[in-house]
């Protein structure tokens, strides 16, 4: 009796480090919706308050998909100072990020984004060691050249006296905080899933901003917020943050800090093209050249040998 070969897979399996590139291109394009929908909302609402809402309504997402699939075993909030450590650094992250929306245009904040790669490079190195090719700092120095020609508005001038706005100088801090997040998942996580790892981030996290935020929390009028606000809510809690938060975790398990943040550099791109689904215009011509360039960064990136580091 003759035996079958096994039938071909008409689709290849996709190595680990491919979904993980998938994983963060995702990302980007839900990332991007946040600037321009936070914009809109950033001067309606406490970013403390904001924030506090979407990782509870995030939280519970998550918490859900965890007890109908994996469970709540114990083993996997071992050691909960990991998590408390972790949400309040992203806690930082989105305060600071809609505090500057407050001012900044969604184009230039994502800009001020593109420069996590660098930061979240150094602190890759510093937190595991992890080296730099010579072609990944060549195409990181590019991708912040670019983010400064955006952030600058294509005047040199600006850069040398350091015009920045105050909304971007504020966001930028937030992109620190980010930049630090990204290597210390890889470092602090002990193998328990990315759903359970984001899950407990969002817990801490929504206790460090309830804690933070109790004032605007009880002085808000809730009912009288503006749909606009209710949508940012209900985007960045599902979109935003469950679901980024999930692949951004993924992705950082399978990937170096450096090509992780990378994809960063493709938000400016899709936040132009969330302004105009939005009807809010696209910005000036003097800053394509910038984002052009941050986009060849991304595939100078995605050229770059995989190997671990």
Known sequence: ??????????VPRMSGQARGHLAMLIFAALVAGSFSLG????????????????FALAGAILGAAALASTGLPRAAFRAPWRYALLGA????????????????TPVSAAAVFTLTPVLSAGFGWLLLRQRLTRQIGLALLLGAGGALWVIFRGDPAALLRLEVGRGEAIYFGGCVAHAIYTPLVRKLNRGEPALLFSLGVLVAGFIVLSAAGARDLAAMDWAGLPAVVWVTIVYTAVFASAATFVLLQYATLRLPSSKVMAYTYLTPSWVIGWQ?????????????????????ALLLLL???ERAR
């Open 89 to 104: 650094v992203f806690a930082v992250y989105f305060v600071l990020m809609f505090e500057g929306l407050k001012t900044a």
């Open 39 to 54: 914009s809109l909302a950033a001067n309606q609402i406490s970013p403390a308050a904001l924030n506090a809402l979407r």
């Open 276 to 296: 105009l689904a939005l009807g809010q215009g696209g910005p000036g011509w003097i800053v394509l050249p910038g984002i052009g360039v941050t986009v060849l």
């Open 1 to 10: 009796m003759r035996l079958r070969p096994a039938p071909r897979r008409l």
């Open 303 to 305: 050229r770059d040998p």
